[in-house]
């Protein structure tokens, strides 16, 4: 992937939001007096669906079904199946990257937390706020039978998660700016927005060059070509999630680069981030065996370092750092041995157990059930494939239900 632009952050692109999601979700509640824009993000999480009206305003309906005119005109999708494939063979290591990476590098940023801690219930709700995140992971990475249609196209579950989270950040924006307490929690300078172009595009960052470090970290080796195609799948991902055009598409160096630009400018210890991260250490360690609770702390100490780990009240992990090492060492050691699953051993068994409790834990209420039945095998979720199919099916069957016989007035809920 080449490209003639060196995209760099800066505080211009703090001011700067999503218009043509902002514009849709402004004109939707428009429509909708009796729906304030912290219910329509509850309708967003519930409905697993951005349409959420029954006859769509113009605007979201433009947003819904551009066709294939959606995607960006430099998209590779030589490039998109390579990402997948990338994704399938090391999706368990990716998602401890996201636990004890991705996440903690997120709560750094002063203004991201507050925002979260703003609009959510993450830190009393972490299980099904951090699974919704995987989830959206798997979505955009499932390209579909790469025979048939069009990677992330308009009619994959991929775009419409996509779509889905771009209008729910058009929502919180709405939120911010329309509700008093909102407005005076949130600390920045006034030319700012919340989710802004800048934070989107850390967030990306958090998903790709972080990821790729904690691999690293894990003592895998990476293909170029391989992170390459990963990246520009997220590039994609970037641009259907409303990241400006001409931020897209990066390559690994630029990346890099803005990465540590939008990091230094960002990075600073706030109460939120650590209230986020303490919401997010309980859950990692509910999921632990006993003797084993630290083990998360030892995996965020290596992949974000000691200094960035206790800014944010993660405790020194103790003899489980040596356990952490003792993996890494392995890893090399079998760097050549057939297969990845021996050299990403620590990263299989930690996310392989977060995973498993997503599965085995219904979402609830209105939402749709985990889907992690395509990574069933080659993931070893269960040595029983069938059972997580199975589990999926029943939940899914369960949710249709219980939308069938719901009233279609406006939810309660709020992020």
Known sequence: MTTTRTPRGGPDLRAVGDAPADAAVLEYLATQPALDPRHLVGRLIATADPCTAETPTPQLTALLGAGVDALPPWRDQALLTRGQR?????????????????????????????????????????????????????????????????????????????IGVRLMHASVRAFIASDPQASDRYQAPATEVPINQEDLTGTLLTFTTVVFRALERMGLDIDPLDAEAYLHTWCVVGHLLGIRPDLL?????????????????????????????????????????????????????????????????????????????????????????????????VGRAFARRMIRSYIDRDRGGSRPPWDYARYATSWKLDPLRRRVQRQARSQRTRWTDRRRSEPTGPTTETR
């Open 249 to 345: 598409p990066l390559d690994l160096a630029q990346a890099s680069e803005l990465d540590e630009a939008i990091r230094c400018r960002q990075t600073r210890t706030s109460d939120d981030g650590i209230a986020l991260m303490g919401a997010l250490r309980r859950e990692m360690q509910a999921n632990m065996p006993p003797g084993l609770r630290r083990f998360p702390d030892a995996l965020v100490h290596e992949f974000i370092g000691t200094d960035a780990a206790a800014s944010l009240g993660v405790p020194p992990p103790g003899w489980t750092r040596v356990l952490f090492l003792a993996g890494r060492a392995g890893a090399r050691l079998w760097s050549h041995a057939p297969g990845r699953s021996a050299r990403s051993f």
């Open 86 to 162: 990338f994704f399938e063979a090391n999706g368990l290591p990716i998602a401890t990257a996201l636990f004890c990476a991705s996440l903690p590098t997120a709560y750094l940023s002063a203004d991201g937390a507050q925002v979260i801690a703003i609009t959510g219930d993450l830190v009393s709700n972490t299980h099904r706020r951090v699974a919704e995140t995987a989830q959206l992971l798997t979505a955009v990475m499932d390209l579909g039978d790469q025979d048939e249609g069009i990677p992330l196209a308009p009619d994959t579950p991929g775009f419409r998660a996509a």
